[in-house]
Structures are given as C-alpha cells and as structure tokens.
C-alpha cells in the first residue's frame, strides 16, 4: 500500500489528518512500536533457567546507548559504546558533540583510562581506576552482567521479578539496580534484554538507555 503525503512545504498553515483507513493504519503501526518493547511471553521457572543459561553464554557483544549520570557534585549524560569480549573490553564515552570524553581499555586484569586532554592512566582495578579518575562509581564489572539482565554471580544478591518472570530489581550490597524497560533482540536469539536501567548507590544515580546491541566484537 503507498500512501502519500501532501507537499508541506506548499502551505505553512497545512496540518496532517488521518481518517478511515489511514487513521487504523496509523494506530496500528504505533500499537505495533510499542509492543516490540514488551516481553512476548511469561516465564516459568524452566523457561527462566533457560532464558539465565542464554543471557550468560552471551559474552562476545557490542552495545551503544546513552548514560545519565547524577552525582552531589556533577550532572551529565553521555554517549558510550561497549565492546566486551572474553577477558577484553573496550568502553568509549562521549560527549554531546561527539567528541570522545573517555577511553577505557582492559586486557585481563589491567586497564587503562584515556581522557580527551590525553592523560593516561592505569590500574589492576578498573573500578577504582574509574572512581579515582572521573570522580564517581561506575561500576563495569558489575553492569557486564546487569545489562544482560543477570546477577552478578557467586555474590549474594536480593532480587525480585515482575509479573511476567523478568528480572525486576537487584539489591547487591550499596547498590539498587531498577529494570525500567526490556526489547526483544532478534540477533540474540529474538531473547528479551534490558533497555532502561536505573542504578543508584544513595548518593549516584546511573540512568542507562540500551539502545542497539550486537553480537560479536572488533576486538
């Protein structure tokens, strides 16, 4: 079906309408977006060991999205893209221009941070490398596996699910990490992820917007 649409640029005053047909169409395709962001079935308890067993065999990934940062001393919100892969990753931030803000490299247990005014730093612990440096938590170790929707294993985690059997918050020591949102990933086996996250501390809050996940690195 081809429909089209008026010249706008004829007429500053032109507004569009949609009735019969056009206007079912046009509900329909925004009932439609809306839907592919939802969970498309309950899990059961099988079904969710199942479901656990893909989300931690996924370990070769590229994921780009927006992250929000509020912190008692700074407000920001950044681009970042994030390549993980078996001992390896690779997270690039950048700013509103597209400029990148921070590099961060890890090999095995050493990482290295970039920043745009080209100091460079290093550490065994990436955790403490970011805090030291950017001056607030962000907590990768642990976003490796609550970005896939999972618990950061073999540490005691206080979790509760939706309605439907998804991952709805974890309780993991200072930390509190809210599901906002999940969206089918076709290339993931058409398997539900997170695309909203919150992750406070109290005193930082982390607001994650997952935007485009691919399997598979360049690294």
């Known amino acids: 079906m081809i429909v089209l649409i008026p010249d706008i640029k004829s007429s500053s005053s032109w507004k569009p309408t949609f009735t019969g047909p056009l206007l079912s169409i046009v509900i329909l395709l925004m009932f439609l977006s809306g839907c592919t962001s939802l969970p498309k079935t309950e899990l059961t308890e099988n079904n969710q060991l199942q479901r656990n067993q893909q989300l931690e065999a996924i370990d070769n990934w590229t994921l780009t999205g927006r992250l ?32 990148t803000y921070a590099k961060l490299s890890q090999s095995n247990n050493q990482a290295t941070l970039e920043l745009s005014d080209n100091n460079v730093y290093q550490s065994d612990n990436v955790e403490e490398l970011l805090y030291n440096v950017l001056g607030y938590p962000l907590p990768v170790e642990h976003l490796d596996y609550w970005v896939r929707g999972l618990p950061f294993p073999g540490e005691k985690s206080e979790l509760t699910y939706d309605a439907l059997g998804y991952l709805k918050t974890i309780i993991y020591e200072q930390w509190t990490i809210t599901f906002k949102q999940y969206q089918h990933i076709e290339s993931f086996d058409d398997i539900s992820l997170p695309g909203k996250i919150k992750v406070t501390n109290g005193e930082v809050t982390l607001k994650l917007s997952l935007r485009k996940w691919n399997l598979g690195t360049e690294l």
């Open 68 to 99: 929000g940062i509020r912190s008692p001393n700074q407000t920001d919100s950044l681009n970042f893209s994030w390549q993980h892969a078996t001992n390896k990753q690779l997270l690039l931030l950048y700013g509103a221009f597209g400029n």
